[in-house]
Structures are given as structure tokens and as C-alpha cells.
């Protein structure tokens, strides 16, 4: 049973009880539920929690910085993800995929910079 991962939906069932959904490593979903504590709208989609206890633990991809919220129930529940869930889901894979393609062209800039122009090998 998962005890957190990558949040990828946020349901905001009332001012005092938020439902996080989240996919872990292993590709398996869960749900846990929270009070959000004023941190509702800062929380946003790929974001990583993990909970111990009655706190779940919450780092902000924006900040690095990590908050405890207290849980108030839901873990390790498959809660309905909705029909929001495919497109919260796959937007959050498009940016990841496109973050990841930055990262290669700037890695093959980073090697262009390194070479002296016109000295390419013969065959």
C-alpha cells in the first residue's frame, strides 16, 4: 500500500477537508484526506506528499520547502478520481515530458559548447 507519491488531482471537498490523489513509483493510486490549513491553493500537481502518522508531509516543487498538514483520513483509499482525473493526469505528464526534453537539449548544448567549431572527425 502506498504511503504517498506525486500528487495528481486535487479535490477540494470543502474549506476543511482536501482530498490529495496521488501515483507512486510503482504506478499505483491513492488518496488521502487533509486539512488543508490555508495551504489549498498552493499545493499544485506534481507536487510530492507522503504521510506517517496523522501528518501528511507536503513539498512544493516551487519552493523545495516541506509542510506537515494534519491528515484526517482516506489513506491508502482509491478515492474517485472523476472525470477530471485523465486531463489533470495527462497535462501533468505532457509538462513532465517536456521538462525532460529540455533537460537533453540543454545536456547536447552543453556538449556542442564543449567542442571547437569545424573539427569534425573524418572518416
Same mark, same amino acid.
Given at each position: 500500500m502506498a504511503v504517498g507519491g506525486k500528487v495528481i488531482q486535487i479535490y477540494l471537498e470543502s474549506k476543511e477537508r482536501l482530498w490529495l490523489n496521488t501515483l507512486d @513509483? *510503482? %504506478?499505483?493510486? +491513492?488518496? &488521502?484526506? &487533509? @486539512?488543508?490549513?490555508?495551504?489549498?491553493?498552493r499545493i499544485n500537481l506534481g507536487d510530492k506528499v507522503w #504521510?506517517?502518522? *496523522?501528518?501528511?508531509? #507536503? +513539498? =512544493?516543487?516551487? +519552493? =523545495?520547502? +516541506?509542510? %506537515?498538514? /494534519? /491528515?484526517? %483520513?482516506?489513506? %491508502?483509499? @482509491? @478515492?474517485?478520481?472523476?472525470p477530471e482525473y485523465e486531463i489533470t493526469y495527462n497535462r501533468s505528464k505532457i509538462v513532465e515530458q517536456k521538462k525532460a526534453k529540455i533537460r537533453d537539449l540543454e545536456r547536447q548544448l552543453a556538449d556542442l559548447r564543449g567542442r571547437p567549431l569545424g573539427n569534425s572527425p573524418t572518416i
Open positions: @513509483h *510503482g %504506478g499505483e493510486t +491513492t488518496s &488521502v484526506l &487533509v @486539512h488543508p490549513d490555508g495551504h489549498e491553493n #504521510w506517517q502518522g *496523522g501528518i501528511v508531509y #507536503w +513539498t =512544493s516543487n516551487a +519552493t =523545495s520547502k +516541506t509542510i %506537515g498538514m /494534519k /491528515k484526517i %483520513g482516506g489513506s %491508502g483509499v @482509491h @478515492h474517485p478520481l472523476g
